[in-house]
């Protein structure tokens, strides 16, 4: 928890959403995982820094919502002719509001991409698998 009102910043585990709204604290994701697709998503483009670029600044760069709206679409129109590309930009597009700066610049994280705690919790599930349908339902006391 690493803001005045409380965040939680995990990856996509399946209890972080539900811990965090129990908690009644912010749940954002971390921009490292998140952006961790971007090479196989530009592979193929002719131009490929551009689009490394233009994608990557949908994370980093947008602080106004109809800004970065319109770079989405933007992106839509000049990569998302291929297919890893296009399913990018839908996770980017998907996920914005728990992502993207336009949405997330006013959380204060101290730049941290994910909390210790929440990674940790994380790394210990994936080695229980049979739990991740239980605990993407439980509640704080379960």
């Not at 908690?23 to 998140?34: D, M, P, S, V």
């Not at 919502?65 to 000049?78: G, V, W």
């Not at 590309?85 to 730049?111: L, P």
């Amino acid at each position: 928890m690493n803001s005045q009102q409380g965040n939680i910043c995990t990856d996509k585990g399946p209890w972080s959403p539900g811990l965090a709204r129990d908690l009644g604290r912010e749940h954002t994701l971390c921009t490292r995982h998140e952006t961790t697709e971007l090479p196989t998503a530009c592979q193929g483009q002719e131009h490929y820094d551009a689009c490394f670029s233009d994608l990557s600044k949908l994370v980093y760069t947008y602080k106004k919502i109809d800004q970065l709206e319109a770079k989405i679409q933007e992106c839509r129109q000049k990569y998302g002719h291929l297919p890893n590309t296009e399913k990018y930009i839908d996770k980017i597009d998907q996920d914005k509001e728990k992502i993207c700066r336009a949405y997330t610049q006013n959380i204060m994280t101290y730049n941290h991409t994910t909390t210790a705690r929440g990674e940790g919790f994380n790394d210990r599930i994936k080695g229980h698998r049979d739990l991740i349908p239980m605990l993407a339902e439980a509640d704080l006391l379960k």
